[in-house]
């Protein structure tokens, strides 16, 4: 069980993180004006290097520097031009936020990288993966953490009536359990992080962070157990991923008060229209798992697949609205 619970909500809905365009005013004007209990700092990959996941999340590292090569971002002797592009871009998006939330009071989600995608995706400066060195994964985990504390104030400064909430975006985490991430050259696999490391590390940043943190994964067969060992007060998923064969753990996760954020609205233009529909999927696994239909609205939000950046700007604004509808119904109608 997390220190920090997840904060009470009903029928909420938000956004998994990033949107489409370049626009950081628009992109905040939207991701707060469309979601009224958890609305989000949006991120906006399109404007390039710094502005995207993996280069964001070097940028809060504290006392560690990147920068991008031919093959990807690597590990630097000293902070360079991507570095300064990636605080540049923060800066710009919390400019925006705090425009649009002057006397917000609530929570309020940031997004950054795990620890452990972290290091499955930025190389050493011989140009193997982080990931193949146990020093650097534990160097990234704690260099993450303190960044991550400064980030947190600078929210706070700019929100003074948040409550921030801080989801961990970790797509890679399945991968790197499975001894699936491939080398830098592309024709080997890295050795499988031992499942009792990648929890103690998990569990040292949550416990390092006087916030609730959600982890985010849109990929198959994501460690919810090892999750929940961890301390994480929230699990964002794309439902469309889940099988029968997680309801287990699913359903341990609930018990222990782990908030579920059910990935259901279509991250990209598709032609939903049926807010209710779309839920029905939570529905199902609410029977299955013999939970009482009123605790619905209460322990699930709603939100997009994943993130919005391959999206247009219309349907990014439609995929949101779409949400916080669908999230309603689970409180109107849990049955």
């Known amino acids: 069980m997390s220190e920090y619970s997840f904060p009470e909500l009903i029928g909420a809905a938000t956004g998994v993180g990033s949107m489409p365009g370049t626009d950081a005013r628009e992109a905040a004007k939207t991701a707060v004006g469309a979601l009224e209990q958890l609305p989000y700092l949006p991120e906006l990959p399109a404007r390039g290097p710094g502005a995207d996941m993996i280069g964001r999340g070097a940028g809060l590292l504290v006392e560690l520097f990147a920068q991008v090569e031919p093959s990807g971002w690597r590990f630097a002797d000293r ?33 950054a990288v795990g620890p452990w995608t972290l290091a499955a995706s930025v190389e050493l400066r011989h ?46 985490l399945p991968a790197v359990l499975a001894g699936a991430v491939k ?30 943190v959600v982890v985010h994964c849109c990929a198959p067969q994501v460690p919810l157990a090892l999750l929940r060992r961890a301390g994480v007060a929230g699990v964002s998923l794309d439902f469309s991923l889940l099988t029968e064969r997680e309801d287990e753990d699913l359903g341990e996760a609930v018990e222990a008060g782990t908030a579920i954020l059910a990935g259901v609205v279509p991250s990209t233009d598709a ?13 199902r696994l609410w029977r299955r798992l013999g939970f009482a239909p009123e605790l619905l609205g209460r322990r699930v939000l709603v939100t997009p697949t994943c993130g919005l950046a391959g999206a247009s700007p219309g349907y990014a604004r439609r995929a949101l609205s779409l949400s916080v509808k669908a999230a309603q119904s689970l409180v109107d109608n849990p049955e």
Do not use: M, N
Not at 82 to 102: H, I, K, M, N, P
Not at 193 to 207: K, M
């Open 79 to 111: 902070p360079g031009r991507d570095t300064r592009r990636a605080y540049s871009w923060l800066g710009e998006d919390l400019d925006a936020l705090e425009e649009f939330t002057q006397g917000y009071q609530g929570a309020l989600k940031l997004q």
């Open 127 to 172: 140009g193997e993966k982080a990931l193949s060195d146990p020093g650097a994964c534990r160097d990234i985990t704690e260099s993450l953490t303190e960044g991550l504390r400064r980030h947190l104030a600078e929210v706070r400064k700019r929100v003074p009536g948040a409550q921030p909430v801080l989801q961990l975006d970790e797509p890679s």
């Open 183 to 212: 080398t830098a050259s592309g024709f080997q696999r890295l050795r499988a992080v031992d499942r009792q490391v990648a929890e103690e590390q998990l569990r040292g940043l949550v416990r390092g962070l006087d916030v609730p």
């Open 271 to 283: 032609g939903l229209s049926d807010p209710a529909g779309s839920v029905q999927v939570v529905r």
